[in-house]
């Protein structure tokens, strides 16, 4: 076994962000490389690496064969870049099926009133106190069970759960005044 598989167990093993942190960095340039090898966009690319290292931290325990976490960090970053593009192939289908006509239907007012929601939720979410706000995302922008975030935060899932409660609670207060 070389010594980097060695190196690489000792820290998967020790629990802590700190080793887990090591990982990242020594792994970061090859899990973004196969993000954007597939999506062939630097902003995707970026999103979908940190998207695979957030699930890796999430699943760390999961990992039978510590030795093996680059390859098992490299396929999650290619399911991950993989589902994305699939994503958007769909997406850019479905823009090009739309009837061409359909452009001159287009409420202005209605898509002004969308944008500028959009724009109150992030200012919004942007007050919200940062355990609020990290739970808030992880959750709903990230797409991770409660059990996921709270392994992420160290922090119970009933706290996980609580704080989701009131993020969301504030969220809708502030945006209904």
Avoid at 75 to 98: D, F, G, M
């Amino acid at each position: 076994m070389s010594q980097g598989c060695l190196h690489s167990e000792r820290f998967v093993k020790k629990p802590g962000f700190d080793a887990f942190e090591k990982l990242v960095r020594e792994n970061q340039r090859v899990v973004y490389q196969i993000a954007f090898t597939v999506l062939r966009n630097p902003a995707d690319a970026e999103d979908v690496t940190q998207d695979a290292f957030m699930r890796a931290f999430a699943k760390l325990s999961s990992l039978r064969e510590p030795e093996r976490f680059r390859a098992w960090i490299c396929q999650i970053v290619r399911h991950l870049a993989l589902n994305r593009l699939r994503a958007s192939t769909r997406s850019r289908a479905r823009e090009e099926l739309a009837p061409a006509n359909s452009a001159c239907f287009v409420d202005i007012e209605a898509l002004a009133e969308d944008r500028e929601f959009e724009a109150r939720v992030h200012f919004e979410i942007s007050r919200l106190p940062e355990k609020l706000r990290e739970v808030l995302l992880l959750c709903a922008i990230d797409d991770l069970e409660p059990s996921g975030v709270a392994k992420v935060l160290g922090i119970p899932q009933g706290t996980v759960r609580s704080r989701l409660h009131l993020a969301r609670k504030r969220l809708l207060r502030a945006l209904s005044s």
